[in-house]
């Protein structure tokens, strides 16, 4: 067997999932090969050291109830050492009951990620880019959408198609075309068909539903099941079957369906930057600029400036630089962007600085909308030791109305983890580091509702990171119980600590209005 | 208690507390649960202070502690093998593992600095899972509660991820050996 087939084997075994056939070989390939044996050590060393192993409490020393600050000693250096024997698991793990942690998805079971050129079947209900979706009908009468389940299946429709959202893994195809890709961890989607289940066991197949009843299902890649439980049957890439509206005796056709990736990009997922709401580049000649000389970019009221007395909670204190200072060519810009090298503003370390902006449309919490955010910063240096305690990069979104109470906040917590402040204490911090140290990419998403919980994303692209075309599967973080009445009419960039360099500041309705994608060739 | 029971304490916890990484790996690998594991090492650690004045000091606590841990593995097999129906190893398969495992072990400390940049390295979607997984009381089935995909396909992720960091930490353990 490969080693892959081993490791599932031996994972299965330990998580207690194997039948008793298949543990027999286990046990088998252990005793007859070495490197069997090497392979599921191995394994174990990796679960072992990733397991939060807590430090077994010391054996106490007969006759010590004498002696209580040498058992405490021992506790603490049990704690360090156990600290130190645990890093990975330290850093991968949040380290206080304060912070709120979750991969959850909200009640809605997908997201629509792409859509473009599309009639919708009920113009009433009209999805925007990056809108969660509820369970029910969705459809198109013409154009390309593509909807990510929340088990991470990419769904795309194509021309006149409609589908049921179902659950985060499965949906049902009503009528029309549509092309599945379910990579790794996305297995087991299942799309419903007039004839049955098709069940997608990686990694992309399509489905055609005709207004007769009669369907079609192609495989592109991988293999899915199809049929009933009793009947199930497996189909291969390369194949394909028609079934018709009694659904017995399907017969073998010719595949035809585009790829997934190919049918995105005939659809033309080209970048939105005309929908951005606000832009700010730095465009400004390089040196310190007063405040007032700062005002180009897009949909702002007034250029940047300090806090006023009403905005800080000290009204006679402000500490920060009288000027910004604009600077060129000090930040790796890996993604595209338009004279991307020129024109940044930087934070010099040790000046705390806080800069305010007004925005000339406000950003709504308390209708249905979505909201994207990027920039681009960049730290030339590590986080320094020295500085740690006052070490803060964040945007701030404030509400000038309740300037102090409703806010939102992104940047870092501790140990480089990115984090969200939604105010009333809320605070959603990732388990995971973000990249520091190089150029990065920080975008967020705000999904406001009227009626129900708001969802606010956060994640920061390392400059090895590359974009896609529509917004990332996974975020570091996803909130929850944010509940927010906001109207967001201010945005503020908050430094200590450290240098750092700013870029490319966008807000817009949706990914490709913010994220810096590559342009699409023009047609011949 | 005198003060020569004391300094015999601390010397103990000393080097139990160095070594515990390798111990529990070493425990780790011959049971299936982790809360075994952690009941096995309890039992280990006081037989080992009970047993401290026969360890010879300048030699190696860990193959000392290694041999009465392998023991206790044995006895908590043996009551397991009474009251629980999941599948166990044999005793041949858990002695030969036993046996072979000194090699990994010395390399505990140094796959636990690889690992560590390993883990780094993983996509982000990975380390999501991976994180989700081994916080404390995590389990498949909670993170299947919390993504939405089934538990089968978070066990099929997992199985991908380990071997990723398997053949990451080799390397990492390669170069710098």
Request: hydrophobic share 35%; glycine share 8%; net charge neutral.
């Amino acid at each position: 067997m490969t080693e892959r087939e081993l490791i599932q084997l031996c994972v299965a075994a330990r998580e207690n999932t194997l039948s008793p056939e298949k543990f027999a070989t286990l046990e088998q390939a252990l005793r007859d090969d070495p490197k069997a044996r090497e392979t599921y050590l191995r394994l174990t060393q990796i679960e072992s050291l990733l397991e939060s192993s807590q430090p077994v409490a010391p054996p106490i020393a007969q006759g010590s109830p004498g002696t209580p600050t040498r058992l405490l000693a021992w506790c603490a250096l049990a704690a360090v050492l156990a600290v130190a024997a645990t890093i990975l698991t330290q850093s991968l793990i949040p380290d206080s009951v304060k912070e709120q942690v979750t991969l959850a998805p909200a009640l809605p079971v997908a997201t629509l990620i792409f859509a473009e050129d599309c009639e919708w079947n009920h113009p009433s209900t009209l999805p925007v880019e990056g809108a969660r979706l509820l369970p029910g009908e969705l459809g198109i009468t013409s154009g390309t959408a593509v909807i990510r389940f929340d088990g991470g299946a990419e769904v795309l429709l194509n021309g006149q198609s409609t589908i049921n959202l179902l659950t985060g893994g499965s949906g049902a195809v009503l009528s029309g075309k549509v092309v599945v890709r379910a990579e790794e961890g996305a297995e087991g989607f299942t799309l419903d068909t007039p004839q049955g289940k098709v069940v997608d066991l990686g990694t992309e197949f399509a489905v055609k539903v005709e207004s007769s009843g009669a369907s079609e299902v192609h495989v592109l890649d991988g293999k899915v099941a199809y049929g009933d439980r009793r009947n199930q049957k497996i189909l291969s890439a390369g194949k394909a079957l028609r079934f018709d509206k009694t659904g017995k005796s399907p017969k073998a056709i010719a595949v035809n369906s585009p790829r997934f990736a190919e049918a995105v990009q005939k659809a033309g997922p080209r970048p939105r930057a005309d929908l951005m709401l606000a832009y700010e580049g730095f465009n400004y000649t390089k040196g310190p600029r007063k405040h007032h000389q700062c005002k180009g970019g897009k949909g702002w009221d007034g250029p940047w400036r300090l806090r006023n007395d009403a905005e800080r909670l000290r009204p006679t204190r402000e500490t920060s630089p009288t000027s910004m200072k604009i600077v060129d060519g000090e930040m790796n810009v890996t993604w595209p962007v338009a004279g991307g090298r020129i024109g940044m503003l930087a934070f010099e370390e040790e000046k705390r600085t806080i800069l305010v902006r007004n925005l000339a449309k406000k950003i709504p919490m308390d209708r249905d909308g979505v909201f994207f955010f990027s920039m681009m910063v960049r730290e030339p240096n590590p986080p320094s030791e020295k500085l740690k305690d006052r070490e803060v990069i964040r945007l701030t979104l404030r509400d000038s109305r309740d300037y102090f109470g409703k806010a939102l906040s992104f940047g870092y917590g501790s140990k480089s983890r990115p984090q969200i402040e939604a105010g009333a204490g809320l605070r959603f911090t990732s388990q995971l580091p973000a990249p520091r140290s190089q150029s990065t990419l920080w975008v967020g998403k705000i999904v406001s509702r009227q009626h129900g919980e708001d969802e606010i994303y956060f994640r920061i692209y390392g400059e090895d990171e590359s974009l896609d075309y529509a917004e990332p599967a996974n975020w570091h973080i996803a909130s929850r119980g944010v509940l927010h009445s906001a109207q967001f009419d201010r945005i503020l960039l908050t430094n200590n600590g450290s240098e750092r360099i700013i870029d490319e500041i966008r807000l817009g309705p949706s990914w490709r209005s913010v994220a810096p994608l590559p342009k699409l060739p023009a047609a011949p | 208690m005198p003060d020569d029971d004391l300094q015999r304490h601390d010397e103990f916890m000393e080097l139990f507390l160095e070594n515990q990484p390798r111990i529990y790996s070493y425990v780790r690998s011959l049971v299936f649960q982790q809360a075994d594991a952690d009941d096995i090492m309890q039992e280990t650690a006081s037989v080992l202070w009970r047993k401290f004045d026969q360890f010879e000091p300048g030699t190696q606590f860990d193959r000392w502690a290694i041999k009465t841990a392998y023991f206790q593995v044995r006895k908590f097999r043996q009551a397991k093998a009474r009251e629980s129906k999941r599948l166990q190893f044999s005793d041949d398969v858990v002695a030969l593992l036993s046996e072979c495992s000194e090699e990994i072990l010395d390399t505990t400390e140094e796959a636990a600095a690889a690992l560590e940049q390993c883990v780094t390295k993983l996509p982000l979607k990975d380390r999501l899972i991976v994180a989700a997984r081994f916080e404390a009381g995590g389990t498949n089935r909670k993170v299947s509660q919390q993504t939405g995909k089934s538990e089968s396909a978070i066990s099929r992720t997992l199985s991908r991820i380990y071997g990723s960091l398997m053949n990451c930490v080799s390397l990492e353990l390669n170069r710098h050996s």
